[in-house]
C-alpha cells in the first residue's frame, strides 16, 4: 500500500511539473521572440514603439510595444508569474520527496563522499541558498559594471558548483541539485528583480509620475537570463533516465558542456527571429 502511495504521489508531483513547466517556458518563448520581433509602425503612434502581425488558429493580430505613463493605464493588466511559482514548488516537492526521503539514498553515494541524510539535505539547501546570492552579486550593475567580467564569473561559479556538488553528492543527485538551484535562480529573478520593478513603475505611473525605465531594462537582464537556463534545466530533468551520463567518470565535464551546448542553442534561437 505504501509503495503504491508514494508511486501516486511521485506521479501527481511530475505531472503538476510539467504542465506548470510547460506553461512558464511557453510563456518565457513567446515574450522572447516577441520582444525581438517588434518594428517600429509603419504609421507613427503615440506611445508605440514597435508592433507586430501575427497569425494562428484562423485570426490575426496585432500587437503593440508601449511604455506606461500617468493616465494610460490600462484596466486589466495580465501578469506572467504564477507560472513560475508552481513551477518552482511542484519540483522542489518532487525533488523534497524523490531525493531527501528514504534516507536521501538518491543524493547521497558513500563511494563519492560520506554524508548522512541530514547533513545531504542541509548542504543541498544551503548550496541553493548561496548559489542565488553570488548569482546576484555577480550581477549587480552596481557592483560589477563590465558585462564581459560577470560572464566570466558566471561561467567560472558554474564549472565550481557543477565539479562541487557530483564530487559530493551522487553523480544523480548532483546533476538533479543543479537543476534545481538553476530553476530557483530563475523563480528569484522574476519575484525579487523582475517583478518588483515592473511594480514600482505602475505605482509610480498609477501617482501620476513618468516611470523610471532603467529599471525596466534591468528586470530584462534577468528575463534573457532565465531563457538561457530552460535548455540546461531541461536536460538535467531528463538525466536520471540516462545513468550513462550521471555515473560516467567524466560526468561533471558532461553535465557543463550539455549546459552550455543549450543556452547556445537558446542564444542561437534569440537571435535569430526566423526560428519560431
Not at 196 to 217: F, N, R
Request: net charge positive.
Amino acid at each position: 500500500m505504501t509503495s503504491s502511495l508514494d508511486l501516486w504521489i511521485e506521479y501527481i508531483l511530475r505531472f503538476s511539473h510539467l504542465v506548470a513547466g510547460i506553461s512558464w517556458i511557453g510563456s518565457s518563448f513567446y515574450f522572447i521572440w516577441l520582444d525581438s520581433s517588434f518594428l517600429p509602425p509603419e504609421k507613427p503612434r503615440h506611445n508605440v514603439e514597435g508592433e507586430v502581425f501575427m497569425v494562428h488558429g484562423g485570426f490575426y493580430y496585432q500587437v503593440e510595444k508601449k511604455k506606461i505613463y500617468p493616465g494610460e493605464i490600462p484596466k486589466i493588466l495580465h501578469w506572467f508569474k504564477w507560472e513560475a511559482t508552481l513551477t518552482w514548488v511542484t519540483g522542489f516537492f518532487l525533488f523534497g520527496f524523490l531525493y531527501y526521503m528514504r534516507g536521501a539514498s538518491l543524493l547521497t553515494n558513500p563511494g563519492v563522499f560520506p554524508l548522512t541524510q541530514g547533513q545531504a539535505i542541509l548542504l543541498s539547501l544551503a548550496m541553493i541558498i548561496g548559489c542565488w546570492f553570488i548569482y546576484d552579486l555577480i550581477w549587480n550593475a552596481n557592483i560589477i559594471k563590465i558585462k564581459a567580467l560577470s560572464v566570466f564569473l558566471s561561467l567560472s561559479a558554474f564549472v565550481a558548483l557543477v565539479y562541487s556538488t557530483t564530487h559530493i553528492f551522487s553523480g544523480r543527485g548532483a546533476f538533479i541539485l543543479v537543476g534545481v538551484i538553476l530553476g530557483s535562480l530563475m523563480l528569484l529573478n522574476v519575484w525579487v528583480r523582475i517583478l518588483p520593478g515592473q511594480t514600482k513603475m505602475l505605482k509610480e505611473a498609477t501617482a501620476g509620475q513618468v516611470p523610471d525605465y532603467s529599471v525596466s531594462l534591468k528586470s530584462k537582464v534577468r528575463s534573457v537570463h532565465n531563457t538561457y537556463f530552460i535548455f540546461p534545466v531541461l536536460f538535467i530533468m531528463l538525466s536520471n533516465h540516462y545513468p550513462g551520463i550521471y555515473n560516467h567518470s567524466w560526468n561533471w565535464v558532461l553535465l557543463i558542456l550539455l549546459s552550455v551546448s543549450g543556452a547556445l542553442v537558446r542564444h542561437a534561437m534569440v537571435t535569430n527571429n526566423s526560428v519560431e
